[in-house]
């Protein structure tokens, strides 16, 4: 969840890698550092706290130097504080080195190097690397990095820099992302795009248990074994406008608005003029789609929640069975898993460890992976047998909007075309809903446009202590999503509930000052939920309902957010937007920071 960045060439390490951690604030962090390379000496610098703390702590120091490398740590060995923040470096100060993961063997190797004379300093599992490489000091720093990563076990992305080594970064991954950026006589090393973006928009992909040992000249990538492995170089098609919040107060508010735009490009192409769905990139044959008798669907945080949308929309269009689980628990639980199961794992920036665990548990049972995930050449996307990509484009909050509702698409799309390949709904409603599909864009900008009137109806909550949100069936996921949303920005406790649960023993909390959130589209339930919501009321809580246009029912009701009319499962992508909005003026008006949620991360690569 750390963030690292890195820099050989011949501008100010200040100017290249403090903004390069501020792009990286959002996968979340607890304190920052650099290590310089000056001369004949390493300088490190670091502290608890913000990126901001580090640049005024730096401010009267000397950060010129050719080669630098950089990190924002979010805790997991040892706490939050200045001594436990990277870089880390051996006992003489000649090797520094960052780190995102978590090295599960460091205790051992801890006892090992301690046995054999060394002092460490700080309480993290990241102290090993540079200690290890220390006892290297006649090995070339590419070779050292390959053997500390041939003994170090656990997902670890690694960017180190020695002393006596002037003119190298050497850099390594194993299911941590990793990317290396290449200008003009100048190279970039960092977790994710944005650190260097502004500098070129050439990089390339590491893969896993690679080495990478980059000159202000390029990049040599080799295999643990120290055979050279090609470098495949891409193009980056976004710019950093993208990556910045474009006149909007906040990343959040930018991606709510961005929403339309991220459901048309996830859409683009996927449609052809009759009708019909076409995943020409899946290149999963026809016949073996014919042949799935079971799916499981993965997933974690908000993805899960695209996850039980999915079970609905492929069990209500294909009758397949469809189970769906917690990525963490999946393996923990012996599924039954075979060559006629198809597993569809989700994961946003296609790197959550849990999730890439759990698919690679199923691969080893010999099913069929599907990924989807937003991000290009990410490890779900190398390692799934075909991926459908979101197209969100990049988002900056920790908290997921347009990658949710452009995973819900997703779902849908495959939902659909499945149901086409196995000819097990009439291709007139297919194309219906098709048709609503292409709808989306529009619909859930009218929705966008509704922010004013929600920001009006929360003014009131800022210091509301319990949520409740409510529905069922394809309502049921929306809700889940709109409670989670509100916990991760605005800090109160909201439940999400099939709302036919709430009179097993829920509904004892129901009192004065709760509000209770019902999203009441889905048809065949609309009269139920609208019912349970009804009980609710009695009880004394304030009632706001999401429904369509031209419905009824709802006078019971304190508030009411209209929506645009659609079929079923689809209509349930519009009514994720308010919920968003909700949360986001609820966080405003207490006065905290949507964009860094505290204790949350955007990328979560640890188990």
Not at 43 to 63: F, M, N, P, W, Y
Request: hydrophobic share 45%; aromatic share 6%.
């Amino acid at each position: 969840m750390c963030g690292i960045v890195g820099y050989i060439g011949p501008r100010p390490m200040g100017e290249i890698l403090l903004p390069g951690l501020a792009r990286l604030e959002y996968r979340g962090y607890d304190s920052a550092g650099l290590a310089l390379h000056q001369g004949d000496k390493l300088t490190v610098s670091k502290r608890a706290g913000r990126i901001a703390d580090l640049a005024e702590q730096l401010a009267d120091l000397d950060t010129g130097g050719h080669l630098g490398i950089g990190h924002t740590r979010w805790a997991t060995h040892g706490a939050p504080n200045g001594t436990n923040a990277h870089p880390h470096t051996d006992c003489t100060g000649d090797v520094a080195a960052v780190h995102n993961g978590i090295i599960e063997n460091w205790a051992e190797l801890k006892r090992e190097l301690i046995g054999r004379g060394h002092e460490f300093t700080s309480d993290t599992d990241t102290e090993v690397v540079g200690h290890l490489i220390e006892e290297m000091a006649d090995v070339p720093l590419d070779e050292a990095v390959r053997r500390v990563m041939q003994s170090a076990q656990g997902a670890l992305a690694l960017a180190v820099i020695r002393r006596s080594d002037p003119e190298m970064i050497v850099a390594a991954r194993r299911h941590s992302p990793l990317v290396v950026g290449r200008g003009e006589g100048e190279m970039f090393v960092a977790s994710d795009i944005p650190a260097f973006l502004e500098h070129t928009r050439n990089m390339i992909v590491i893969d896993d248990d690679r080495v990478v040992a980059i000159t202000a000249d390029g990049a040599t990538i080799t295999n643990l074994e120290g055979e050279e492995i090609p470098a495949v170089e891409r193009t980056i098609e976004w710019d950093l406008d993208a990556a910045e919040k474009g006149g909007y107060e906040s990343f959040m508010l930018k991606e709510i608005h961005e929403q339309p735009q991220a459901i048309a490009d996830t859409l683009r192409g996927r449609i052809d003029e009759s009708g019909r769905v076409r995943l020409h990139e899946l290149e999963l044959d026809d016949r073996l789609l014919r042949a799935i008798d079971k799916v499981f669907v993965i997933a974690c945080g908000t993805s899960y929640h695209a996850a039980m949308m999915a079970k609905y929309a492929i069990e209500r269009w294909t009758r397949i069975p469809v189970e769906i689980d917690i990525a963490s628990e999946f393996r923990y639980r012996d599924p039954v898993v075979d060559p006629r199961t198809l597993v569809i794992g989700i994961s946003q920036s296609g790197e959550t460890l849990d999730t890439l665990a759990a698919v690679r548990y199923a691969a080893a049972q010999g099913a069929t992976l599907l990924g989807v995930t937003n991000v290009v050449d990410s490890a779900l996307a190398r390692e799934s047998d075909a991926v459908l990509y979101t197209r969100a484009g990049p988002e900056i909050g920790v908290a997921a909007t347009k990658t949710f509702t452009t995973q819900l698409v997703a779902m849908q799309l495959l939902g659909l075309y499945l149901a086409q390949v196995r000819a097990s709904m009439d291709p007139g409603a297919i194309e219906y809903h098709i048709r609503q599909l292409n709808e989306l864009p529009v619909a859930v900008s009218q929705v966008v446009g509704s922010s004013d009137e929600i920001k009006k109806m929360t003014e009131r909550w800022a210091d509301v202590r319990d949520f409740f949100f409510l529905g069922r069936s394809g309502d049921f996921p929306v809700a889940m999503e709109g409670a989670l949303k509100l916990k991760e920005i605005a800090y109160v406790r909201a439940e999400g509930f099939a709302a036919g649960e709430m009179k097993h023993g829920p509904i004892a909390l129901i009192e004065d000052g709760v509000v209770v959130i019902g999203v009441a589209t889905d048809t065949h339930v609309k009269a139920k939920t609208l019912s349970n919501m009804a009980e609710m009321a009695a009880r004394g809580g304030e009632m706001v309902i999401l429904r369509e246009e031209g419905d009824d029912g709802t006078d019971f009701a304190d508030h009411v957010i209209t929506l645009p009319e659609g079929p079923d499962l689809i209509c349930t992508v519009t009514a994720v937007v308010p919920l968003q909005l909700l949360a986001y003026h609820v966080a405003n008006a207490k006065g905290l920071d949507v964009d860094k949620p505290r204790n949350l991360a955007k990328t979560v690569t640890v188990e």
